[in-house]
């Protein structure tokens, strides 16, 4: 099991920045990958930006430039730097952990947290 728990959420206005934390707990050494997952309403669930165990990033063209993903490898942390809000961005922002348990893989999501961007 691999518990995740995020907080950054808030509303901000157009051209703010943002920082989400996704703390990671359990069954760690069995994470592939860490990514940030976004849904708004009406809207299926989309990637932002993703982090593999090796270090390589792979992002949304509509962030790209203005997010960045990155970890603390001491704390079992990722981050979501998200820089140059627009309205489009608002959304559940979700964390999720892509593991392994042998020949098969599972996905763990956290609760989501809600980013407004508004003005």
């Known amino acids: 099991q691999v518990q995740l728990v995020e907080s950054g959420g808030d509303l901000v206005q157009p051209g703010g920045s943002l920082r989400l934390s996704c703390a990671a707990s359990g069954s760690i050494f069995r994470i592939n990958a860490m990514g940030w997952y976004r849904q708004a309403p009406g809207k299926e669930r989309e990637l932002v930006a993703a982090?593999?165990?090796?270090?390589?990033?792979n992002y949304a063209d509509s962030v790209k430039g203005r997010f960045t993903i990155s970890r603390d490898n001491a704390e079992n942390t990722v981050y979501l730097q998200m820089n140059s809000l627009k309205p489009e961005d608002t959304a559940v922002y979700y964390c999720?952990?892509?593991?392994?348990?042998?020949?098969?893989?599972?996905?763990?999501w956290g609760q989501g947290t809600q980013v407004t961007v508004s003005s």
């Open positions: 982090l593999t165990s090796g270090g390589s990033t």
């Open positions: 999720n952990a892509h593991t392994h348990w042998g020949t098969a893989t599972y996905d763990y």
